[in-house]
């Protein structure tokens, strides 16, 4: 039987997996629940359905923080159990993963040492930047472009990338992600109304309302516990106070897009300009986002069409194209270029 070959986008919110046998992506929540401190309870989806609703003897982790691996040994697990469950698990396969550029050696190095050292027994594992990834399920021409901007908004960070002529030029990773509009927008909500609302609640404002439309009058009616009477009831929240939690993490995220443009080589820059910024993530789902990144920078913005999978599905074509096997490498090769 052939060994089969898995593409995997290991994110703080999402596990994005491809299957070349099946020839499927899929994804599952990046959660654990424990029992009793140590005894693994549920995985992914299911452990996420039990989050801020668990009893207190169950602790629901994720087991990534801020893009790289926190818990590497809950990590390890949760991801031998995902490829396990109802899904064949077959040993002796290949491994292609997406890493984040701007983390250090170590943390990169978890990445491939999380696979190789699991019961996976994988015949082979390869990394990939996370945003030449990106670039490729974006379709851009990785190899001869003269400049393209790409922001991966995701669940706990976000990541600018300047790449050109094949290569990363400019990378940062940005600790802001949609975790932290969620805790943003559950500070103002308890200081506003003296209401606590979880953090699914908050998600599900942000979602439901966007940013930068000319929708101004919204409510939402929400779940949540009345901080002076200590009585859980529900009330409604506006659109306005959801964007205005929005505002500061978001110019953040815009003026480190900025100051990245300002430190970019002019000709780069130049290209960058007529090609464009090209948003990636979960995050960019946003209704509204494309404009406000277009409106705050002043450059063309488009956002892939489905962003959170985009990574994923540039490893599958990376996998699937002996053309463009070259931007995978051996962590344990001498050509491995970020080691030297
Ligand atoms: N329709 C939507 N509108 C707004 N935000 C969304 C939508 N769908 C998903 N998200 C957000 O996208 C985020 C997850 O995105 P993604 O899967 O890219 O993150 P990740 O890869 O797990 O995290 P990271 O890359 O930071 O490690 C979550 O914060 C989620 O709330
Ligand atoms: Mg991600």
Redesign the pocket.
């Known amino acids: 039987m052939a060994r089969n070959v898995y593409g995997l ?1 290991l ?4 596990i994005k997996v491809y299957d070349k046998k099946k020839d499927t992506i899929w994804k599952e929540k ?1 959660v654990i629940a424990l029992r009793n401190e140590k005894e693994i309870f549920a995985v992914g989806d299911e452990a996420f359905s039990m989050y801020e609703k668990a009893p207190s003897n169950i602790e629901v982790v994720f087991p ?1 923080k801020e ?1 790289v691996i926190s818990r590497f040994h809950d990590m390890q697990f949760l991801l031998q159990n995902l490829l396990k469950k109802d899904r064949q698990f077959a040993r002796g396969s290949e491994y292609v993963v997406a890493v984040p550029t701007d983390v250090t050696e170590v943390e990169k190095k978890a990445f491939f040492d999380l696979v190789i050292h699991s019961t996976a027994k994988a015949k082979e594992v390869n990394i990939v930047e996370r945003s030449i990834a990106d670039a490729i399920g974006l379709n851009l021409d990785v190899q001869n472009t003269r400049g393209v901007f790409i922001v ?1 908004f ?4 976000t990541e600018l990338s300047v790449i050109a002529g094949g290569g990363m030029v400019m990378n940062r990773l940005l600790k802001v ?3 932290t509009f969620d805790q943003s927008v559950i500070n103002l909500v308890r200081h506003s109304h003296d209401f606590l609302i979880g953090r699914h609640t908050a ?1 599900v404002l ?2 439901s309302f966007g940013i930068f439309t000319n929708e101004v009058e919204a409510m939402l009616t929400v779940a949540g516990r009345d901080l002076i009477t200590g009585v859980p009831m529900r009330k409604g929240i506006s659109i306005n106070l959801v964007r205005l939690a929005m505002k500061d993490p978001l110019f953040q995220c815009v003026s480190a897009i900025q100051s990245l443009l300002d430190r970019t080589p002019p000709e780069v820059r130049k290209a960058i300009n007529e090609n464009g910024i090209f948003l990636t ?3 960019a ?2 209704a509204g986002l494309e404009m406000y990144v277009e409106e705050m920078v002043g450059i063309t913005t488009r956002t892939s069409v489905e962003p ?1 999978i985009c990574a994923v599905s540039g490893l599958k074509k990376i996998i699937e194209s002996k053309e463009l096997r070259k931007f995978a490498f051996s962590m344990i090769d001498e050509n491995y270029r970020w080691m030297r």
């Open positions: 986008d994110g703080s919110y999402e990046d990534m893009g991966n995701g669940g706990e960070t992600g949609g975790a998600e942000r979602k993530g979960g995050v789902h946003t959170d």
